[in-house]
């Protein structure tokens, strides 16, 4: 009887090309043995057979529920899931997707009236101490119970009685002919009309049209779609007709057999195409990069290439292998890129082009990390996107009923409210309310909308989360309501409170589920008491997407503290990002650790931070917001070196506890000789680290960039040419006067009631007016002194920045002596420049050059230079760019090549090949914004730019001569750094004009 009902099903599925769902109530061994006799009755032979179990009781192919993402991009005509240890909705939500058109999934369960009540393996990961096991609810596999006895599709049999309580046919009709793929696809695009025979549906017609983009260079495309659409098969089919082009392509995922598809569809392209030469298999490396692939055969393997007769290849690299070098391959296709580390998918930006595919409902590895976290990377990146989203399935037909059951059990295409029905929430009008696992189970909409917020909104969301939120004891739901829909949820999990038994085996080394904070204030930070305050952690928090921005998160945390008024602490762990950070900042919470490694999921460092709520939860706080701000000192140089300046200083600056600075007599001697004298940071490190880490947790006067720089340099250690190239500044002279400017202030806010920091200080100064004394030079003095043409030069290097002013201010210079030829080219000798002023008559400077906006860029142009007078708007003076138009993305110049990187661009530049452009390596940035009164934010030039072109003004000419020409044009005030070339003795950093 039983197996006459597996064998209508199975025939239902190969006519309709759907897929059929058998659950087998009972014991396990009656389970096998019925499972066994119907897949004989159906002819499934043994190796097309996939048992999910951690028990070897099968015949066919054995995968343990921890290696089910082995499947992802395979397909099998039966798969059997033995529920009865360990019923994971992960591993379930993942088997279903692997399932193919005209097979059956078969599920080994329980009684189904006794499966609720029943507890296994996966209900010890939802409890967390003190709670037991006992304590864990059945509500989701009461969820899931009721799914499977009232879906279309799904049979249900009772083994032990032998009874079908639900036949789950359908009387499907005959499976619908796919769309015929359009035929213009093939006559616009370059591959063969072979590859687009291959296709079977007019969307994967559509992503091979969109793949084939990948021949040029700073292009993207992503190709999301549910599981079983033809995304790998799509990618296949490009990259073999791209390789017998001759092209090298990369593919990586996962693991092998991830991609094995894509390597499927383009060994069978290559064959049409008759360009295939070899295949060849590489054993996994011996540096563990590479996950072997359990293939039938037991074979492990680390890679696989695909040769051709033109000299392209197509070849499988690890993840970690493609992200040290993703520049190297032609393409790189990036399988299943939702189960990747977000700062992997970052590396891979760096590629000449690049595809990602990625499953939208499958929630594998990262879920919805691609879309959420990585969205916005890839769009603000270099690379033009196209965008493809494949509906059409390819595996089963478009109704298939077991793919509605999984996204209606584990609720995977939950969506939030729409956006019409919560637009007028604000903070005023939502109503606070505690969402009981009950009542979730029982309004489906309800549940519905606070899993699709969720899952939108965190990249970690997952069907394991589902569970957890119906069955954990220590888990509650807060959500904003208006009009009885949910605009903003929280995740909370009660922590803390633990006896001491295990707090000390914590403290040992034993590690805890469901308390987290508590785990890293015990094990990690060594706190013996840590895991004894009791708190409420923020698991998740999500705002629906149309109203964020209004308060509401902020709202949503003030009840919740309202709410845990009874706790010591509410605290908080997540993916570090500035933004986060602020917000977390913003209403109360304070940073007491930075992980000092990447998390696997989101590729970022978490971030732990506590808001007090008692006496005892304030002693806690202040205790270890003391102890990160001592050992940030030293992580910052080793482990946390890497991580992004902003983080960092945002993560200080939610730290309340402000040192108190302790520098010994030589540390401020060292740092006063560096900011006022000839000294220099190298010389001796230690206290500049102190005085910076004050000013991160003081508040100074410093502005964001110069803070920035504090931890790039100070505090990181990183090379003055990379932080010069990563914060922005023009040179590693313009970097390093940057710091010491910002160590003048620093001196004087920390350093000013020290005697010794007021007798170095003042005898820096008086050293500098004995050179003044020394040299006779004094401002009146020195402007009387400059000729019309050094005028001139100035005026037009400050004011638009032009590397060679001589050329555009009527100076014309040319050299007066011998000639010499070398290797082909002409070099002067023994001679000398000459200038020559024609055409011009320099103006006095408060007549030619009264209205800067005479002589202004409008950025709304495209960095083309804009000569009339009084822009609208705002205006700034920015020495980027002459007239020509110039790009740093690899925009051609003048005939340059696109494939020219940006450091040969800046290399031609600074030759001057591109004409008048700038040189980034000698010219300042001068910003100035259009207010009532224009305001110089930075106008110093380098005295290296003046001495290579033989510009003689004499001792601190340049320095006090630019300081006049600002003072004079703009009314306004602005402070240098000049060490006299003469005397070597330092320049005072102050107003060199008076008044």
């Not at 034993?510 to 015990?522: E, H, K, Q, V």
């Amino acid at each position: 009887m039983i197996d006459g009902l597996v064998q209508t099903l199975y025939s239902e599925a190969c006519r309709a090309n759907e897929r059929r769902l058998v659950a087998l109530s009972g014991s396990r061994h009656s389970g096998v043995e019925t499972v066994a006799t119907a897949l004989e009755t159906i002819e499934i032979p043994a190796e097309k057979r996939v048992f999910v179990s951690d028990r070897d009781e099968f015949q066919g192919r054995c995968v343990r529920p921890a290696d089910t993402d082995e499947l992802m991009g395979q397909t099998w005509p039966a798969i059997i899931v033995d529920c009865h240890d360990r019923f994971e909705p992960n591993v379930l939500a993942r088997v279903v997707g692997a399932v193919d058109g005209g097979g059956i999934l078969f599920l080994l369960v329980p009684d189904l009236d006794e499966w609720p009540d029943r507890r296994d393996d996966f209900d010890e990961t939802v409890t967390a101490p003190p709670a037991s096991v006992e304590d864990v609810t059945g509500r989701f596999r009461q969820r899931v119970v009721e799914t499977l006895r009232t879906h279309g599709g799904v049979a249900v049999v009772d083994v032990d009685a032998g009874e079908i309580h639900s036949r789950g046919t359908t009387r499907p009709s005959e499976s619908t002919r796919h769309d015929t793929p359009d035929s213009s696809l093939s006559a616009r695009s370059s591959l063969p009309e072979t590859v687009y025979d291959q296709c079977l549906t007019a969307d994967q017609a559509r992503a091979v049209r969109a793949l084939d983009g990948l021949t040029e260079d700073d292009t993207a495309v992503t190709l999301e779609s549910d599981r079983g659409r033809g995304k790998s098969s799509a990618a296949g089919l490009a990259a073999g007709a791209m390789a017998a082009r001759g092209a090298d392509i990369t593919v990586t995922a996962v693991s092998l057999s991830s991609a094995r598809e894509v390597f499927d569809r383009a060994e069978e392209t290559l064959s049409r195409l008759e360009s295939l030469a070899t295949v060849r298999e590489t054993p996994a490396g011996p540096d563990g990069h590479d996950r072997a692939d359990n293939r039938e055969d037991g074979h492990a393997e680390g890679g696989y290439t695909l040769e051709t007769t033109t000299g392209g290849t197509l070849t499988f690299e690890s993840p970690s292998t493609v992200a040290e070098r993703p520049d190297a391959p032609d393409v790189v296709i990036v399988d299943e890129a939702a189960a990747l580390p977000v700062h992997l998918l970052e590396s891979f930006l760096d590629a000449r082009a690049v595809a990602f595919l990625t499953t939208v409902h499958g929630y594998e590895g990262t879920g919805r990390g691609f879309e959420i976290r990585f969205r916005d990377r890839l769009i603000d990146s270099r690379l033009e996107v196209t965008d493809i989203r494949l509906s059409e399935p390819i595996r089963y037909a478009d109704d298939d009923p077991v793919e509605k059951w999984s996204f209606r059990a584990f609720a995977l295409d939950a969506t939030p409210a729409v956006e019409l029905a919560v637009d007028d929430a604000a903070p005023e009008t939502v109503e606070y309310q505690r969402l009981h696992p009950s009542d979730l189970l029982e309004n489906d909409h309800r549940l519905r909308e606070t899993i699709g917020l969720l899952a939108l909104a965190h990249y970690q969301t997952e069907p394991n989360d589902l569970a957890r939120m119906l069955d954990a004891p220590n888990l509650g739901v807060r959500a904003l309501v208006v009009d009885d829909h949910v605009v903003a949820v929280a995740l909370l999990a009660r922590e803390g409170g633990l006896p001491q038994a295990m707090q000390e085996s914590i403290y040992e080394g034993s590690r805890i589920t469901g308390n987290m904070i508590p785990d890293l204030l015990t094990s990690q930070l060594r706190n013996p008491d840590g895991a004894a305050p009791t708190g409420v952690r923020v698991v998740r928090i999500a705002v629906h997407g149309s109203v964020r921005c209004r308060g509401l998160g902020s709202h949503l945390l003030g009840q919740i503290h309202t709410e845990s008024a009874d706790t010591d602490w509410v605290g908080t762990g997540y993916g570090a990002t500035p933004r986060l950070i602020r917000f977390w900042r913003r209403n109360g919470y304070q940073t007491i650790h930075l992980s000092t490694t990447r998390n696997d999921a989101s590729g970022e460092h978490s971030a732990i931070m506590l808001h007090p709520m008692s006496d005892r939860g304030e002693a806690l706080t202040t205790r270890h917001t003391r102890a990160f701000r001592e050992r940030i000192r030293e992580s910052l140089s080793d482990a946390l070196r890497e991580v992004d300046p902003e983080i960092v200083r945002n993560a200080l600056a939610a730290c309340e506890a402000p040192p108190a600075v302790s520098i010994e007599a030589r540390g401020w001697r060292a740092v006063v000789a560096a900011s006022y004298g000839p000294g220099t940071y190298e010389a001796d490190p230690g206290p500049f680290r102190d005085l910076a880490v004050a000013a991160l947790l003081t508040d100074t006067d410093l502005t964001a960039a110069d803070e920035r720089l504090l931890i790039a340099k100070i505090l990181q250690g990183r090379p003055w040419s990379v932080v010069a190239v990563n914060l922005g500044f023009e040179s590693t002279g313009r970097c390093k006067r940057a710091l010491g400017s910002a160590y003048t202030d620093l001196v004087d806010r920390f350093g000013a009631e020290t005697p010794l920091v007021k007798r170095e200080r003042e005898r820096f100064r008086n050293s500098w007016n004995r050179c003044e004394q020394n040299h006779g030079l004094s401002v009146s003095s020195l402007w009387s002194r400059l000729k019309p043409r050094d005028v001139t030069a100035i005026i037009s290097h400050i004011l638009h920045g032009w590397d060679y002013p001589h050329r555009h201010a009527g100076v014309t210079r040319r050299w007066c002596g011998r000639e010499r030829r070398s290797g082909g080219s002409v070099r002067a000798s023994g001679g000398r420049w000459v200038d020559t002023v024609s055409g011009f008559r320099p103006r006095p400077v408060s007549a030619a050059f009264r209205e800067p906006s005479d002589y202004c860029w409008d950025q709304r142009r495209s960095r083309t230079v804009c000569r009339t007078p009084r822009c609208e708007g705002d205006w700034s003076i920015q020495p980027h760019h002459s007239c020509r138009r110039y790009r740093w993305d690899r925009t051609p110049v003048r005939g340059w090549s696109g494939r020219d990187s940006r450091r040969t661009v800046r290399r031609r530049l600074h030759r001057g090949t591109a004409g008048w452009c700038w040189s980034p390596d000698s010219c300042p940035a001068v910003t100035v914004h259009r207010r009532r009164t224009p305001r110089v934010v930075d106008c110093s030039i380098t005295h290296d730019w003046w001495d290579s072109r033989r510009v003689r003004l004499g001792c601190r000419a340049v320095t006090v001569a630019e300081r006049l020409l600002w003072e004079r044009v703009l009314s306004t005030t602005c402070t240098v750094t000049h060490s006299c070339r003469h005397c070597r003795q330092p320049a005072r950093k102050t107003d060199l004009i008076p008044g």
